[in-house]
Nanobody, 124 residues
Framework: QVQLVESGGGLVQAGGSLRLSCVAS????????MGWFRQAPGKEREFVAA????????YYKDSVKGRFTISRDNAKNTVYLQMNSLKPEDTAVYYC?????????????????WGQGTQVTVSS
């Protein structure tokens, strides 16, 4: 069983930055593909970014490429999402998720564990 705890959300003006963190319990963190998803009010959950187990390759939703960066620190069991140049349309609850040796990073139902979410609000 893996528990995920997100932090770092908040209220920021358009053009600002936030860094989300997600700490995972357990001793096999480096075997998990870690993903960030988001859900805005009235909308379905959508994929944002992922970092693969092993070599740590990354994958992004097109609309966040060049603005968001996902990274991981396996020694700290932590995955990060650095979000720059934020836009009002980035407003959502952001969720961290873990998929054991996952290869389909953008597919939400592939993920085994989810955090409770952290709210990100971007004002215009």
């Amino acid at each position: 069983q893996v528990q995920l705890v997100e932090s770092g959300g908040g209220l920021v003006q358009a053009g600002g930055s936030l860094r989300l963190s997600c700490v995972a319990s357990g001793r096999t963190f480096n075997g998990y593909t870690m993903g960030w998803f988001r859900q805005a009010p009235g909308k379905e959950r959508e994929f944002v970014a992922a970092i693969y187990w092993g070599g740590g390759s990354t994958y992004y939703k097109d609309s966040v490429k060049g603005r968001f960066t996902i990274s991981r620190d396996n020694a700290k069991n932590t995955v990060y999402l650095q979000m720059n140049s934020l836009k009002p349309e980035d407003t959502a609850v952001y969720y961290c998720a873990a998929d054991w040796m996952g290869i389909r990073a953008a597919v939400g139902y592939e993920y085994d564990y989810w955090g409770q979410g952290t709210q990100v609000t971007v004002s215009s």
